[in-house]
């Protein structure tokens, strides 16, 4: 049965999660009410437009003012901002009690326990298609019948090309993302598969499976958006075509589910579902997350800053696409490993994330 009408806060509404966010809201008026609004700032046109549609009780530009409206009175907290900036966001929602739909994986990666531990059970709903279809598909079992999760990655743009031949590929290139429609860091992030490794820490502190029980599979037409094997042998997978829309209604309106959010498969077509291994020697992110993962700490933040800064020297043509993971893993290896059963802090993962981004700069600066 149906309840009453939620109200949301957008974080990032001009971003990709975010616009079709409010698509899906004025599709189900009777669903859902828009009561805050904010954005980065960069498409401030787009941000006014909404404004003046929705006339949120609340709306503003920054990291300040998503982390005020995170805070505030609602049903859920989307947050569909895209970096590091998620982090606080992140924290002001958990501890205000609210359902957070997180699609800014970045805030959990880098936070780790520190964001578990401010979370009651079940108040993080993932927005990721990969970790929504894992949370659908582990409806099917109980915890002790899970055997392993399977993420499926879409291989990205230059899915079957060595490492020899990705030496010269252009930012323009690497934007071409054959399934999915994306902003330009998490484009470039599956074109190196930087995205499929958060996404391994993501599951892991999103489920309790440890590494070595998740495992990433290539599927280029991203139909299977994740699958959970249980101990009987079975595997059950969540498949629709490729579209943010069913994670984010899911996110908002979490555990229920809204009609028609988007089209279903055709299964009165023909449909081929293809799955490869990863090429772990041409696409090294994945395992150097892993290794992030597991060493755990301020680790995860280090990995996922110096990404962000190599990504945006990429598209500035001052980094080979070849030398954004080795750079990344350059970076973890002069961090450090933390002290057992060390805690951190909020300042100790922002202090991480700062020195990994210099340290990143540097490296780049040096290598040319």
Known sequence: MRGPVKDIVVLGSTGSIGTQALDL????????????LTAGGSNRELFDAQVAEFAPAYAGLGEEASTEAAARDCDVVLNGITGAVGLRPTLAALDAGTTLALANKESLIMGGPLVLDR????????????????????RGGSPEEVRRLVLTASGGPFRGRTR????????????NHPTWDMGPVITI????????????????????IPFDRIEVVVHPTSVVHSMVEFVDGSTLVQASPPTMLIPIALGLAWPDRVPDAAPSVDWTRPETWEFFPLDDEAFPAVALA??????????????????????DAFRRGRLAFNDIVPTVQAVLSSHGVPSEG???TVEDILAADAWARTAATERIEDHR
């Open 342 to 344: 060390q805690s951190m």
């Open 25 to 36: 809201v004025r599709a189900n008026p009777d669903r859902f009410r828009v009561v805050g």
């Open 119 to 138: 979370a009651r059970p079940g108040q993080i709903v993932p927005v990721d298609s990969e970790h929504s279809a894992l949370a659908q598909c582990l």
């Open 164 to 175: 020899e031949e990705l030496a010269d590929v252009t930012p323009q290139q690497a934007m």
């Open 189 to 208: 992030n599956s074109a190196t598969l930087v995205n499929k490794g958060l996404e391994v820490i993501e599951a892991h502190l999103l489920f309790g």
């Open 290 to 311: 892993r290794a992030a993962g597991e060493t755990g700490g301020t680790a995860p933040a280090v990995y996922n800053a110096a990404n962000e800064v190599c990504v």
